[in-house]
């Protein structure tokens, strides 16, 4: 992601936490969500996401709670 300019979310995540070098999240995709979903939900994984929503081009996206991966939003993708 880029900061469109400097009062944006974006950049001001990133001025934030520049010691972990900006990132804002990281996304990986998925063949099936829900079953990446069931996966962490069984090994105690926090989620923001316990059921998949709609993204961009209609994907299925699910987050994982920055706290479970070191501080940073991991985005489950499944196009």
């Known amino acids: 992601m880029e900061a469109t300019n400097d009062n944006s979310t974006?950049?001001?995540?990133?001025?934030?936490n520049k010691d972990r070098g900006?990132?804002?999240?990281?996304?990986?995709r998925v063949d099936d969500i829900e079953a990446a979903i069931e996966d962490l939900?069984?090994?105690?994984v926090r989620l923001i996401d316990?059921?998949?929503?709609?993204?961009i081009k209609n994907s299925l996206i699910a987050f994982v709670h920055p706290s479970a991966t070191g501080g940073i939003l991991l985005e489950l993708c499944q196009h």
């Open 10 to 16: 974006i950049a001001k995540f990133i001025e934030k």
């Open 22 to 28: 900006g990132i804002h999240h990281i996304a990986v």
């Open 41 to 44: 939900k069984s090994k105690g």
């Open 50 to 55: 316990e059921k998949p929503r709609r993204g």
